[in-house]
Structure formats: C-alpha cells, structure tokens
C-alpha cells in the first residue's frame, strides 16, 4: 500500500525557513510526478508547486515563486520543499501528493491518486 509521510513542519516567524519532506513507502511505481498543496482554514485546497520525476521539470504558484523550491531524491523516495522568506499567509496545513499516471509535473489535484496526512506550517507576524 502506498503511503506517503510529510514531516518539517511546525511554527516560525515571517521570514524565517522551514523544510518540508515527503516519504514515500510501499510504492510499486516508478515514474511518478509529485507536488505539494496547501489549504489554509475556511479556503479550499491550492497548489504549491510540482515536480516530474526527473527533477528538470517543475512548477510553481505565483505566490510562492522565487522564495519556495520544490526538489526530490529518487533514490530516498522522498519529495522536498524548502520554503524560504515565509510570510503568514504562507500558514496552512501542507499536503504531499503522488501522480502515478505521468513522470511529468502537473499543478491540477485530480491529477494526484496518493496523498499524506499533512502537516502544520504556521506563520507568526
């Protein structure tokens, strides 16, 4: 069964850095894209950035380009997500997601077939 762990999270001041990983087990896939996407209360679900599997193709939202990189290790199984000068309207519980249907990044959720639990991303002003 395919499970994928986020962990990283926790409270920071704006900013600051935090670094977000995503683990993934059981998975019989290989070539599969991965993104992060983020929901903060009372707001639906958004896209954060992606990336295809070989590292060289990714995505961003506007809001985080240039300050959030989006990375992966294929030989650990494992997504990352440095966020780097954090503001609070970066708070939200931030969600890992695998796309076992294509190697190539994509921002859509229905896109996602596995997901993590999440993990808290607080931001103090």
């Known amino acids: 069964q395919v499970q994928l762990a986020e962990s990283g999270g926790g409270l920071v001041q704006a900013g600051g850095s935090l670094r977000l990983s995503c683990a993934v087990s059981?998975?019989?896939?290989?070539?599969?894209?991965m993104a992060w996407f983020r929901q903060a209360p009372g707001k639906e679900r958004e896209f954060v950035a992606a990336?295809?599997?070989?590292?060289?193709?990714?995505h961003y939202t506007h809001s985080v380009r240039g300050r959030f990189t989006i990375s992966r290790d294929n030989a650990k199984n494992t997504a990352y997500l440095q966020m780097n000068s954090l503001k609070p309207d970066d708070t939200a519980v931030y969600y890992c997601?695998?796309?076992?249907?294509?190697?190539?990044?994509?921002?859509?959720?229905?896109?996602?077939?596995?997901w993590g639990q999440g993990t808290q991303v607080t931001v103090s002003s």
């Open positions: 997601a695998l796309d076992v249907g294509s190697p190539t990044a994509a921002p859509d959720d229905n896109e996602y077939d596995y």
């Open positions: 990336i295809g599997w070989s590292g060289g193709d990714t």
């Open positions: 059981g998975s019989p896939f290989i070539y599969y894209a």
